[in-house]
């Protein structure tokens, strides 16, 4: 009987088989099954996770991801289902049929007027859509709402009511550094050279302070007693003061400094240069531009920031540059803000860093700890800058150096002061105790009868703790007898 028939070959089937662009219809008594393909290639597949694998491949670029899905969803035929042999197509889907409502097995045709109302709900929902994803980024006035009111960001910081309807990426862009290559390049094809130039010299002035409190530097200038200057204020907070602890690892100065150059881009953008950035998206809107009240300090200073750039001497104006940054970083620490904390930059800046930006959680504010993370970051860098500033001052005399980094932070940097760090240290005192007090978002849970523990959807018996310390065990000694001491058997016996 198969004799009366043309059968193909297998390669004939595979070289022959149906192409996405032919609209092939089901074979009949073929099964069908929901798989998805790949745009770039003739890959086929019902499983989600091999799909992705498959697409990671192509190395897809992020353009080119917002312009379209990374894989198609189709419904596939295979002449063979054994292993090694499976080869799908795609065929037609015959639940979707142009002008058809598929309900279940039913299909009622619809009429124009039905297939009008329904792409008018589809247009409504994509408008609501977007509508919902912009008023998520930009920051809403809660009003009067009790249940949304967060303590330390409505009634200690206020950040909310200083930042009340700017857009989050306007909040992202006045405090974004330029790209790392241009950075890196210097001032040269930069979008904003000035910026650059003076992003260079800040990194600069900040490696160069630190040097003044390296133990391995032959200039260092710091002593335990300057470093209980530095830090006298824990003293009136908590009763002890441990000194300025100056060390910090390569991985945290760069996260330190980053955050202080953060700041002079917010204030070259926000309170330098013309129109201070923001969008003012109604005639009454205040903007932060609005409410910062610069000093006649730290606008002399930089001032002084762009005439040094304008010198044609390089050695000459490098030197000048940082100089006049060094002076910019002391006045916007010693600025006296009365009962109007946002006319600070500094404090200014601090509100926009208490917005989630970017990444995962965008449109939501920051956790106290995370917050907390960079005031650290700016109370840091900031005595940094102080003590700096104390050892350029005092070259001539470094005896006076205590004196004056005594009486400066006496005036400026401790918690009573209205002043910029005044008002952090404040803000720090509080947002530890929320910190203490908050509930951790994946905390282990212990069972009634207090036999079992679970973590993240894992248990774990208290009967299997044996188990488990002996499994740990075992594996140490493998590792350790097996692969590092290569099973050796005439050791000596070691005692402690």
Same mark, same amino acid.
């Given at each position: 009987?198969?004799?009366?028939?043309?059968?193909?070959?297998?390669?004939?089937?595979?070289?022959?088989?149906?192409?996405?662009?032919?609209?092939?219809?089901?074979?009949?008594?073929?099964?069908?099954?929901?798989g998805?393909?790949?745009?770039?290639?003739?890959y086929?597949?019902?499983?989600?996770?091999?799909?992705?694998?498959?697409?990671?491949s192509?190395?897809?670029?992020?353009?080119?991801?917002?312009?379209?899905?990374?894989?198609?969803?189709?419904?596939?035929q295979?002449?063979?289902?054994?292993?090694?042999r499976?080869?799908?197509?795609?065929?037609?889907?015959?639940?979707?049929?142009?002008?058809?409502?598929?309900?279940?097995?039913? &299909?009622?045709? =619809?009429?124009?007027?039905e297939?009008?109302?329904?792409?008018? +709900?589809e247009?409504? !929902?994509?408008? %609501?859509k *977007?509508?919902?994803e912009?008023?998520?980024?930009?920051v809403?006035?809660?009003?009067?709402?009790?249940?949304?009111?967060?303590?330390?960001?409505?009634?200690?910081?206020?950040?909310?009511?200083?930042?009340i309807?700017?857009?989050?990426?306007?909040?992202?862009?006045?405090?974004?550094?330029?790209?790392?290559?241009?950075?890196?390049?210097?001032?040269?094809?930069?979008?904003?050279?000035?910026?650059?130039?003076?992003?260079?010299?800040?990194?600069a002035?900040?490696?160069?302070?630190?040097?003044?409190c390296?133990?391995?530097?032959?200039?260092?200038?710091?002593?335990?007693?300057?470093?209980?200057?530095?830090?006298?204020?824990?003293?009136?907070?908590?009763?002890?003061?441990d000194?300025?602890?100056?060390?910090?690892? &390569?991985?945290? =100065?760069?996260?330190?400094?980053?955050?202080?150059?953060?700041? +002079?881009?917010?204030? !070259?953008?926000? %309170?330098? *240069?013309?129109?201070?950035?923001?969008?003012?998206?109604?005639?009454?809107?205040?903007?932060?531009?609005d409410?910062?009240?610069?000093?006649?300090?730290?606008?002399?200073?930089?001032?002084?920031?762009m005439?040094?750039?304008?010198?044609e001497?390089?050695?000459?104006?490098?030197?000048?540059?940082?100089?006049?940054?060094?002076?910019?970083?002391?006045?916007?620490?010693?600025?006296?803000?009365g009962?109007?904390p946002?006319?600070?930059?500094v404090?200014s800046?601090?509100?926009?860093?208490?917005?989630?930006?970017?990444?995962?959680?965008?449109?939501?504010?920051?956790?106290?700890?995370?917050?907390?993370?960079?005031?650290?970051a700016l109370?840091?860098?900031?005595?940094?800058?102080?003590?700096?500033?104390?050892?350029?001052?005092?070259?001539?005399?470094?005896?006076?150096?205590?004196?004056?980094?005594?009486?400066?932070?006496?005036?400026?940097?401790?918690?009573?002061?209205?002043?910029?760090f005044?008002?952090?240290?404040?803000?720090?005192?509080?947002?530890?105790?929320?910190?203490?007090?908050?509930?951790?978002?994946h905390?282990?849970?212990?069972?009634?009868?207090?036999?079992?523990?679970?973590?993240?959807?894992?248990?774990?018996?208290?009967?299997?703790?044996?188990d488990?310390?002996?499994?740990?065990?075992?594996?140490?000694?493998?590792?350790?007898?097996?692969?590092?001491?290569f099973?050796?058997?005439?050791l000596?016996?070691?005692?402690?």
């Amino acid at each position: 009987l198969l004799g009366s028939y043309d059968l193909r070959t297998v390669e004939e089937l595979k070289e022959r088989k149906p192409r996405p662009e032919d609209q092939c219809q089901p074979i009949e008594h073929l099964a069908s099954y929901d798989g998805s393909s790949c745009p770039h290639c003739t890959y086929y597949t019902r499983h989600l996770p091999r799909i992705k694998e498959h697409v990671a491949s192509h190395k897809v670029k992020d353009a080119e991801q917002k312009n379209g899905s990374l894989w198609s969803e189709c419904r596939l035929q295979t002449y063979f289902t054994a292993g090694g042999r499976i080869d799908y197509f795609v065929v037609r889907d015959s639940n979707k049929r142009e002008g058809f409502l598929a309900s279940g097995n039913d &299909a009622a045709l =619809l009429t124009q007027p039905e297939k009008e109302l329904f792409e008018k +709900l589809e247009q409504d !929902y994509k408008d %609501v859509k *977007c509508n919902l994803e912009e008023q998520a980024m930009v920051v809403q006035d809660i009003g009067d709402s009790r249940s949304e009111r967060v303590p330390w960001l409505h009634d200690l910081t206020h950040f909310p009511s200083h930042m009340i309807t700017l857009k989050d990426e306007e909040i992202w862009s006045s405090y974004r550094l330029p790209p790392k290559k241009e950075l890196d390049a210097g001032s040269e094809n930069a979008k904003d050279p000035n910026l650059v130039r003076i992003l260079v010299a800040a990194e600069a002035v900040l490696r160069d302070a630190y040097r003044l409190c390296s133990d391995t530097s032959p200039d260092r200038k710091m002593t335990q007693q300057r470093a209980n200057i530095l830090n006298e204020f824990y003293a009136g907070a908590s009763g002890k003061a441990d000194g300025f602890r100056y060390y910090k690892n &390569a991985s945290t =100065l760069v996260t330190y400094f980053t955050t202080m150059k953060q700041l +002079l881009v917010y204030y !070259y953008r926000v %309170v330098h *240069c013309e129109g201070g950035h923001f969008t003012r998206a109604k005639p009454d809107q205040v903007l932060p531009g609005d409410v910062i009240q610069p000093t006649a300090q730290q606008i002399q200073a930089m001032d002084e920031i762009m005439k040094a750039l304008a010198l044609e001497d390089e050695e000459e104006a490098e030197l000048a540059v940082k100089h006049a940054i060094r002076r910019l970083y002391l006045a916007l620490i010693c600025h006296t803000v009365g009962s109007v904390p946002f006319k600070s930059p500094v404090l200014s800046f601090c509100a926009m860093l208490s917005r989630k930006v970017r990444g995962k959680g965008r449109g939501l504010w920051e956790e106290p700890g995370n917050f907390n993370s960079h005031l650290s970051a700016l109370t840091w860098t900031a005595q940094l800058v102080l003590f700096d500033y104390a050892c350029f001052q005092e070259q001539d005399d470094e005896d006076q150096i205590p004196v004056f980094l005594a009486k400066i932070c006496k005036k400026f940097f401790q918690q009573l002061a209205e002043t910029p760090f005044g008002h952090i240290l404040q803000w720090r005192l509080y947002l530890f105790k929320v910190g203490k007090a908050a509930i951790a978002k994946h905390q282990a849970r212990w069972s009634l009868d207090g036999q079992t523990v679970e973590y993240r959807g894992v248990e774990l018996r208290m009967s299997q703790i044996s188990d488990l310390v002996a499994s740990e065990y075992q594996r140490a000694h493998a590792l350790l007898y097996d692969e590092l001491l290569f099973q050796a058997k005439d050791l000596t016996p070691m005692e402690s």
